[in-house]
């Protein structure tokens, strides 16, 4: 199993800037990408950003250019600059990995609310 908690978070005006950080404890070897999504109220969890133990990275069109994601050489934590942030980015962040030899998202950090005032 692996545990997964993010920091971070907060409340910050239109244009600003927040770190997220998401530290990963457990079976930290089997893991093959890590990943943040964010839930806005009312809405359905959407995928933000994904980079892969290789290296790759992919990021939603909503924030490309706007937020990148960053690991350490471990791959034991994965991190989410936000700057120019808007309200439509607020929302509650989720931390989550994917295993190798599995398909989607297998754990799930317990999230960490972004709140961008206009």
């Known amino acids: 199993q692996v545990q997964l908690v993010e920091s971070g978070g907060g409340l910050v005006q239109a244009g600003g800037s927040l770190r997220l950080s998401c530290v990963a404890s457990?079976?930290?070897?089997?893991?093959?990408?890590m990943g943040w999504f964010r839930q806005a109220p009312g809405k359905e969890r959407e995928w933000v950003t994904t980079?892969?133990?290789?290296?790759?990275?992919n990021y939603a069109d909503s924030v490309k250019g706007r937020f990148t994601i960053s690991r350490d050489n471990a791959f034991t934590a994965v991190y989410l600059q936000m700057d120019s942030l808007q309200p439509e980015d607020t929302g509650v962040y989720y931390c989550a990995t994917s295993l190798i030899r599995t398909t989607g998202w297998n754990y799930w950090g317990q999230g960490t609310q972004v709140t961008v005032s206009s």
């Open positions: 980079i892969t133990r290789r290296g790759n990275i």
């Open positions: 457990g079976n930290r070897l089997s893991i093959d990408a």
